[in-house]
């Protein structure tokens, strides 16, 4: 079964200071991977996400995440991090298993509170 | 609209009563998905359209839990003889192609009472 896993309840950073927030994932065959964020009393909002080609993937606010597939990692990153980055991450796979069954919904990690202080 | 819409954003409903809860997807995205979220959870899944059609139903919990988009467009989910273990927030999100990212809306929030 397709799983993905985020170790880390919670990720705590300085302003300035590189932020990681790391995932590893299951899967069959080729992953698609995502990162959302939630703010508080807000919805799921796209970070970035990996399909192919390089694995350094750039997304929005100056996210970048990197595709290891020896390791099946897919870790969050962000060279200076910001108080307004302080929120909840979810990174996720796209369940790519079976015609006719799972295609196409995604399977979200329990996430990763991210806490930046200045 | 510019986005997914949900409605109501919330919802206080008695116990053992039938709520329906309203997803608008992005104008042309032909897939929709229906998520229920707990406090301190990720995203759980429950059912995904492509189209008219359920492609996957086999998140939902039981039989109380039913989701229609007969016209390929908005989608309802309805729940039956609601229970206190119905407290979530129900997230709908929808995307244009298979593979491609998922917009989500701002959830409606369930409390059974």
């Known amino acids: 079964a397709q799983s993905v896993a985020q170790p880390e309840d919670q990720v705590n950073v300085a302003e300035g200071n590189p932020l990681t927030v790391k995932c590893t994932y299951s899967?069959?065959?080729?992953?698609?991977l995502f990162w959302y964020v939630q703010y508080p009393n807000r919805g799921l909002q796209f970070l970035l996400k990996y399909i192919t080609g390089d694995n350094l993937v750039k997304g929005s606010y100056g996210f970048e995440a990197e595709f290891n597939k020896s390791q099946t990692s897919f870790h969050l990153k962000k060279p200076s991090a910001l108080v307004s980055d302080s929120a909840l991450y979810f990174c996720a796979v796209r369940d790519m298993v079976g015609y006719g069954g799972s295609q196409g919904n995604l399977i979200f990690g329990k996430g990763t509170k991210l806490s930046v202080k200045p | 609209g510019a986005g997914v819409s949900q409605t109501p954003s919330n919802k206080v409903t008695e116990k053992g009563k039938y709520v329906e809860l309203r997803c608008d997807p992005i104008?042309?995205?032909?897939?929709l998905y229906w998520y229920r979220q707990s406090l301190g959870q990720g995203p759980e899944f429950l059912i995904y359209f492509q189209g008219t059609g359920a492609a996957d139903d086999s998140g939902l919990p039981n039989d109380r839990f039913f989701a229609v988009r007969p016209e390929g467009s908005v989608s309802t989910l309805k729940i039956q003889r609601t229970e206190r273990g119905d407290s979530a927030v129900y997230l709908c999100a929808s995307s244009f192609l298979f593979g491609a990212e998922a917009f989500f809306g701002q959830g409606t929030r369930l409390t059974v009472v």
């Open positions: 899967v069959s065959g080729n992953p698609y």
């Open positions: 104008s042309g995205h032909t897939a």
